[in-house]
């Protein structure tokens, strides 16, 4: 998924710049990119709570019990959460990325639209 939304953000990028699309289609496009990309991003929402939980209530248990068993399940959960942190993070970025993009792309078609922080120049 990362290469994916990184493949498509340069795409997107070119798209805009060269201006020899259909800018109105783009903008279609994009928003179901963008829907594509939030539903992405909710899964692995919920994936990385289920994990955080997991890892919690194997920790409690661990303590509680002080099995050598619920401390290699923390430690497997633990390794298991951070990347799904990471990669949820990453998610989260690109996505806010690409409401960015549409909004710039708005801006271009139809001269009014929001300007974020990350887009004035």
Known sequence: MKNYLTQYRLYFRKAIESG???LEELLKYHERQI??????????LIVTVLFA???????ITSFCT??????VL???????LI??????YFLENQTQALYDDFNE?????Y???????????
């Open 105 to 109: 792309l708005h801006i271009k078609l």
């Open 53 to 59: 939980i997991c890892t919690i209530a194997s920790l």
């Open 35 to 44: 829907a594509f990309f939030q539903h992405e991003r909710f899964v692995h």
């Open 83 to 88: 990347p799904y942190i990471a990669h949820y």
């Open 74 to 80: 923390t430690l497997a959960f633990l390794c298991l």
């Open 66 to 71: 002080s099995s050598i068993a619920f401390i």
């Open 20 to 22: 020899d699309c259909d």
């Open 111 to 121: 001269g009014f639209g929001y300007e974020s922080h990350s887009q004035k120049k």
